[in-house]
């Protein structure tokens, strides 16, 4: 990588999300370095204008290997603990390792699942987080790292709380998005099932979307944790529809009970990332469903 621009590092960068993001990074003239350990992130999902190392973050040592040969490019089923780990104790490295190799900005995924089941609906910042799923609690956990880093002038950080991310080269398997699990099943013309009666509610985001606001994040004031969702209950059944219009299937859903753990309501307050980044989301889900179908018929 030739060193003069603008730098960046994201972790899970071969991952569905943070793909897209190097994708952009990339547009917007940055040097991209990808850390990933492809658990679940694909080669095939990088560009190769992107210096990727398959390095996982819960390894101290060649993740500070990585982050000082960025720096000097430039001359200058799940285990209970498993959240933990990843999202605490890898996220704690990455921390550590920016700060020692000079970064000057952490910009964080952080997830809605930090608020549990709100108060109110649609949820905003002010609202006190309490998170009902080790994921979440792994998550809120980490803000308050980058918190700690930040009040002792270490770092400077964004966190945005995604809601649902959706969009092309989400995984369609295991614990994955729901509008790629949809559009996989009906497009093969499969039955499909929802857990629970339908009414449970989500907040769906365009992946475009989120990246335009992690972008604006890099740039913006430090120390913000803000939403980046659509501020629109979707439920699962209005789901359903949206991708069975997009996909032209016909058959109707199944149900199956419930699962554990799943919050009843979610739904994110944008007013922060508006007021702060001038961001809004612009990919309605009818919108964001057909790029999906189109995306997975190719
Ligand atoms: N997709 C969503 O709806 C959503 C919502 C809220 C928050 N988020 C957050 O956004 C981020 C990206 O999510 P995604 O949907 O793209 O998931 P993903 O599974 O597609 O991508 C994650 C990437 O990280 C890599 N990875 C996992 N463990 C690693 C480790 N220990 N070391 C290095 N790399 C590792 C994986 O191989 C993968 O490429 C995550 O932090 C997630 O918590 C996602």
Redo the contacts with the bound molecule.
Sequence with gaps: MTGQGPRALV????????SHLVDRLLADGYGVCV????????TN?VSPQAELHR????DAAPLHDVALRFRDVRRSVREPDFDAR??VV?GLNVLRAAAAAGARRLVY?????VYGNPARIPVSETEPPRPISE?GAS?LAFEHYLGAYSARGLIEYAAL??????GPR??SSGEA?VVSIFTRQMIAGEPVTIFGDGSKTRDYVYVADVVEATVRAAAGPSGVVANVGWGREVSDLELFRAVAAAAGYRRQPTYAPDRRGDVARSCLDGAVAQRTWGWRPSVPVADGVRRVVEYART
């Design positions: 972790t899970g960068g071969a991952g569905f999300v943070g850390v990933d350990d492809l658990s679940t992130g694909s999902n390095v996982d973050i819960c990843v999202n890898g995924a952080s997830s809605a699942a994921y998550k709380r995604y809601a649902n991310v959706y989400q995984r998005g």
